[in-house]
């Protein structure tokens, strides 16, 4: 009857993201770094050591393996960005299955979240007949993804059962 709520997904991914694509900008500047360096080592025809610098990869294929790091580093970003989407889509999920949740148990027209407790969900609640309710907890349950409406918010109850 309820469709359960995946609350660990959205997090995550969106978690994944943020990582993947940070380390991505980061990786891609330092790519960026070694080519323009390197460009400019070959430039002048030195290696680099005369200056102190480190040349441990200042060997022949050294624009071969600066390419092989932006391309690492689009990698990632793209990652991030497949995460990204992913996280956006699952909390479109979640908020469609939160209002159904709660639509078909008590009978409201919308549900706009204002923040999660756990498994808990602060919302405004709009009912059919234009009446709004604010600051509503709405607990659900982890398995069955059932909604119950915490504290005394009059009219705001589970429809009357019909007797046929």
Known sequence: MYEPLDLQTTQVTLWAAVLFLAAGVVVLLHSRWRQRRYVRLDATGGMGAEDGEDTRYEG?????????????????????VVAGVF?????????????QNVSIKYGTEDVQGNGWRGNALNATVVMPDGTVYEEVL??????????TVMGDHPGLTEPEESAD
């Open 60 to 80: 022949a294929d050294r624009g071969f393996d600066a390419r092989r790091e932006m391309y690492a580093a689009l990698a990632m970003i793209a990652l991030g």
């Open 87 to 99: 996280s956006y889509v699952t909390v479109n999920h979640l908020e469609e299955t939160v209002d």
């Open 138 to 147: 709405i607990a659900f349950d982890p398995q069955t993804g059932e909604p």
